[in-house]
């Protein structure tokens, strides 16, 4: 046992690229077969480490491994759970650092959002004090976009490639049957509290008449008789109107717009339900025929239309925080870093977790347009580089394939874990 | 004058390789010219021969057809607008042969369902009788898969690749987060008479446990106590079940799944809503956090991820559809046979619009596994060769580069149309 072990886990919701992030961690911990031992990854992430289901990813062969930079969704499993503060329950902390004793697990790769990396640094504190050190490195990744300092967070770009390649073809197909049928066409697209992925819809619109033709994001208030009134002359001018709306649209008292709106057969409020709000509402006071959808986890697992710069930066990133362990970093997060010059370039920085932690970062209102119903120049200038590059998986009888994993477990060495 | 002209119009909802179908006239006739004058194309289908609307499609340069064959949606628009009998409506079929004598259009093809078949057939022997007579030829399309005697129909295998690689990535999704999340996903698909959408999602599961878990199918009465304890049974064997759902899932009386559901908060029924009733109903009866999506205009007009099978063979139905009219048929409609060899072979047959027209295709109960949840393996041998294959558009900053058609009409002749 003198090759420490490392291990990596999944946190919150997944991505199209996740596992790209494993694929360079897992592949660049095999290059390094002096330094690091063995790869353990999480099953269902951070509760894996508590329930001491580790993961032997020395059991999948390396065209498995490889497979994972093109399988979308959590390969491992992740998980919704944040560890509560020390002070709180302390237990929880102490037995990651009994299993990660037992099982010799001197790098801890925490692939998540900025809850992870709050417990990822806290983690990296924790261990020194308790005189058992694990070198914490945190592996950006959410489709929220709303991690600070990295210029994007891997996971954004595929989502909205999805979402702008989506209502490029919708509009297509709306425009096609305006003029006997269907005049309004609304999607709902992921992002509780920003509107990264809605504004990145607006990159569909090329040309005047292009789909979208409005955006609904959650930084703006809702108007109701402005956003009217636009839909209305959009479907005299273009014969049709197509709009994207976040599902943190909001209204002007701060609630949700789907809150106000539909609930099921069984009296709940639905939950992802503001397409089909803002649909009838337009049905209702204008009385325009509409269809919409919900692409819900559609536009987070579509590995089948990646971006291709969003999968190398995953990669990439997985990739650095391996390279960051062992060049004797702690506490910190691999980031994106754009490049000066009119060419689109990156390359990988670095931020420390404490800096990125609970940091939530939003869409500069510069990023929407004036009357607040699309994007500007300056937003498209942002999100396009992301979106670039095509990086199709392999297909089989006509359906991608995707890694199946075989998730060995390390045999336990420590009692069942009770939780409190 | 001498040449005769062609008119082509597009019908009905439209798919993601209509526009392939209309490249394959297009160029084929381009291949005529010593036969075939100029190709019209009705601005938003049969309703642009009445109004006088035809496009010149020779004003499009060979590139702009040629991309056709990768561009979703109606590029010259579609209408929903059946012609009524000549006897209800005589002085529709006057106009529309009016329209064709004015621009010596003697070739008409539709590219349409089965009730665009009928109209073709009515106007070829309208045109008989009234001494002008026009070659009617139809052009199978549609996403239903409901026209006879085709093995499958032009549009479909698109729709049914696009549902199968979604519900698969979905379903990883899904996945990797029930452990402690969402443990039911519900996907609703198109097909308000027949399951055959809803039944190819069905090839997205190749092993125990794959998604989707349960198909619902407008063919088999919902049954709720049964579905519910299915549902309940794959949550505990997989850790979550992933539900497709036909939108014309109905319950025992006929009536529609969704009809009985949810209203929006105008109190309009909500169209479309089959999905998050579905969700409510398991959230309600069995307590599971629960997803759902509703991919709507998505998953026709998805030419990204379309079938190279399905756009082969839209071509080569447009195609045949010339060739079938400059060899002096009449009143047939092209066909996809199935060869019968186990390697899937396909070439193109031919069947009278008479024997097509309100004709609609069932999918056998064979197809339907005995507990009525999911398919096959005769629907899986049926379905499978249809998806095969991929067939990408270019890309251009991220997006794919669809045709954008400059559509100049030709110079009207006559008075304008009155609708009556």
Not at 276 to 296: C, N, Q, R, T
Not at 322 to 344: C, D, H, Q
Request: with cysteine; charged share 20%.
């Amino acid at each position: 046992m003198s090759k420490p072990n490392l291990f990596y886990a999944q946190s919150g919701g997944v991505t199209a690229v996740i596992n790209a992030s494993a694929c360079g961690v897992i592949e660049t911990a095999r290059q390094h077969r002096d330094q690091i031992g063995k790869v353990y990854a999480g099953l269902n992430g951070i509760v894996g480490a508590l329930n001491e289901e580790l993961i032997d990813t020395s059991r999948e062969s390396a065209k498995t491994i490889a497979a994972l930079r093109h399988t979308p969704a959590g390969a491992f499993g992740s998980c919704r759970y944040k560890l509560k503060s020390f002070e709180e329950n302390a237990r929880e902390y102490e037995r990651l650092l009994a299993v990660f004793k037992a099982h010799n697990i001197r790098y801890f790769l925490y692939n998540g959002g900025g809850d992870s990396q709050d417990t990822a640094n806290k983690i990296a504190q924790l261990s020194l004090k308790q005189g058992f050190p694990v070198t914490c490195i945190g592996v950006p990744k959410t489709v929220d976009n709303d991690l600070p300092i990295t210029d994007n967070c891997p996971g954004f770009g595929s989502v909205a490639k999805y979402i702008g390649v989506s209502i490029r073809e919708a509009g297509l197909d709306v425009a096609s049957m305006c003029d006997s049928s269907t005049k309004v066409f609304v999607m709902e697209v992921m992002g509780r509290h920003a509107g990264w992925i809605a504004g990145a819809a607006g990159l569909a619109s090329e040309q005047e008449g292009d789909a979208p033709h409005i955006i609904l994001f959650p930084e703006i208030a809702f108007d109701k008789a402005r956003f009217l009134k636009k839909v209305q002359a959009c479907v005299k001018q273009f014969g049709y109107c197509a709009i994207v709306v976040s599902e943190g649209a909001q209204n002007p008292d701060g609630s949700f717009l789907a809150d106000a709106g539909s609930k099921d057969a069984f009296g709940h409020v639905q939950l992802g339900g503001v397409a089909p709000f803002v649909a009838g509402m337009i049905k209702s006071e204008l009385g325009y025929k509409y269809h919409w959808a919900v692409a819900d986890y559609l536009q987070r697992a579509a590995r089948h239309i990646a971006s291709r710069t969003d999968v190398d930066q995953a990669y990439a990133v997985g990739k650095a925080a391996v390279e960051f362990a062992l060049a004797g970093k702690n506490a910190v997060m691999p980031t994106i870093v754009r490049g000066g010059g009119s060419r689109y370039t990156w390359k990988i920085g670095e931020a420390r977790l404490s800096d990125v932690a609970n940091v939530e970062k939003k869409m500069p209102r510069s990023y929407i347009s004036k009357d607040g119903f699309h994007i500007t120049d300056a937003a498209r200038r942002y999100f396009a580089p992301l979106i670039q590059g095509e990086d199709y998986p392999p297909y089989k009888h006509g359906l991608p394939q995707y890694a199946r994993l075989k998730k060995v477990l390390a045999k336990k060495q420590l009692p069942k874990w009770q939780a409190s």
